[in-house]
């Protein structure tokens, strides 16, 4: 019996030609259509022939993976009429990958192979995938892309600082900054548009908060910077430091960092992947059920009364909390350590007492302090201490027995040191809103 045009998976080859003969491939098992299909605008219903109705818009769609049964929302092909959308792979780590082959049909093992294309070679044809079939390629042309964020404007500093202006829809952008030294090349990738966190001394923050980045918005970063910086360098540390509290981005954040150190992609070690937060405490304790990245904290002061001041999410999660869910998230390993981050600001935060009083807070916290110079921005009301200042406060620091750096500023000729990315916000946020909100 002729099997019917649904029940043929859009993957089955041309027959196989022996001499004269023709010996069809038999069809590849394929799941029961989907009943829900992502679509713009939210996710469609099939109606009673089983095509998509457009006027059958869900008000509150289930979310895509997750435990969804994939016989009831997946990505089964569809028929040309109810084609409404194109998956972005370049978002989807292996597990996605694999899910996404399995529901249209095909083995999972392809999810390695679209991995080891995307991320390891940079290729974004997928006529150029030349180990899989040609019926897979064009269904993958079809109805799937790779699509990055769009460079809008490339600058390099005269210490070879590089940093992109990242266009991610038509209203925002992002800014990702890559860092040369000596035998490494530190990418610092953005994980909001914006930030709505308020932190007084930092660009970003003034400009407002828009929207969570996408896993392919977050990887892009990486999938860009490795395309232009080619053979010439190579990221081999990856910091969530740019826009953006990562850990209100969570769920993308630790997609996006577990793309970051698989096998098939980057191949990055936890080491060298560091995610900076100003101390979401409920996300990092969630932080340390799910991953194990390097931790980083933007603390900036040694006691509540300043903290307020500089870093207003303090007012929701002191600094006892903090460092208490730092020490829960390094755990036992005695060899990993918290990278403590302290924006010095003349008057403000760099006395004497001030590094006597951090010493004192960080005595029993395995860490180590990176002290960072303030990088003005317009309309800022702080100064950065005089190199003598910030030489003192290290040496206070370090007599107590704490690893202490000074980070050198890097890029402030095209406004990509610390604290000074900006990028294009459209600002949703009210600016002063309330922090119960937030977390």
Not at 107 to 120: C, N
Not at 168 to 186: H, K, L, M, Q, S
Not at 269 to 292: F, H, I, N
Request: aromatic share 6%; net charge neutral; hydrophobic share 40%.
């Amino acid at each position: 019996m002729e099997p019917s045009s649904l029940e043929l998976s859009p993957f089955i080859r041309e027959p196989l030609k022996t001499g004269s003969e023709e010996t069809p491939l038999a069809p590849l098992e394929i799941p029961p259509i989907p009943l829900f299909q992502r679509g713009v605008g939210g996710i469609y219903c099939r109606n009673e022939e089983g095509i998509l109705d457009s006027a059958a818009l869900l008000p509150n769609p289930p979310p895509m993976g997750g435990g969804v049964n994939s016989t009831l929302l997946g990505g089964f092909p569809e028929t040309e009429s109810a084609s409404l959308s194109r998956t972005n792979l370049l978002g989807l780590n292996r597990k996605a990958m694999e899910d996404y082959f399995r529901s249209i049909g095909d083995k999972p093992f392809r999810a390695v192979q679209l991995l080891q294309w995307i991320h390891q070679r940079g290729v974004d044809d997928f006529s150029a995938m030349t180990n899989l079939s040609k019926p897979l390629r064009t269904y993958l042309a079809s109805h799937c892309e790779i699509r990055p964020p769009e460079i809008v404007l490339a600058q390099e500093a005269s210490d070879g600082v590089r940093k992109w202006v990242l266009q991610v829809d038509a209203n925002n952008r992002i800014e990702t900054v890559f860092i040369p030294e000596e035998g490494r090349g530190t990418l610092c990738v953005s994980s909001q548009v914006g930030c709505a966190l308020d932190c007084s001394f930092c660009s970003t923050a003034q400009q407002g908060f828009n929207r969570n980045l996408s896993v392919a918005e977050i990887i892009g970063q990486l999938w860009v910077a490795q395309r232009e910086l080619g053979t010439e360098r190579r990221v081999t540390n990856v910091v969530l430091m740019g826009m953006g509290e990562p850990l209100l981005n969570f769920n993308n954040v630790v997609a996006a960092t577990e793309l970051m150190m698989d096998d098939f992609t980057y191949c990055l070690s936890k080491r060298r992947v560091t995610l900076s937060t100003s101390g979401v405490v409920p996300a990092l304790d969630r932080l340390a059920e799910v991953s194990d990245v390097s931790l980083a904290v933007s603390l900036h002061a040694p006691d509540d009364a300043l903290r307020d001041e500089l870093v207003p999410i303090n007012r929701k999660y002191p600094i006892k909390e903090l460092l208490a869910a730092c020490k829960r998230y390094i755990g036992k390993e005695g060899r990993r350590k918290v990278t403590i981050e302290y924006v010095l600001l003349d008057g403000v935060n760099d006395s004497p007492a001030h590094a006597k009083a951090l010493a004192k807070l960080l005595a029993n916290v395995p860490s180590k302090v990176n002290l960072i110079p303030f990088n003005p921005f317009p309309n800022s009301r702080y100064r950065c201490p005089s190199p003598e200042t910030i030489t003192r406060f290290s040496e206070i620091v370090q007599q107590a027995g704490l690893i202490t750096t000074t980070r050198k500023t890097r890029g402030g000729d095209i406004d990509a040191a610390c604290g000074q990315l900006v990028g294009r916000v459209n600002d949703k946020s009210k600016r002063h809103f309330k922090l119960q909100a937030i977390a």
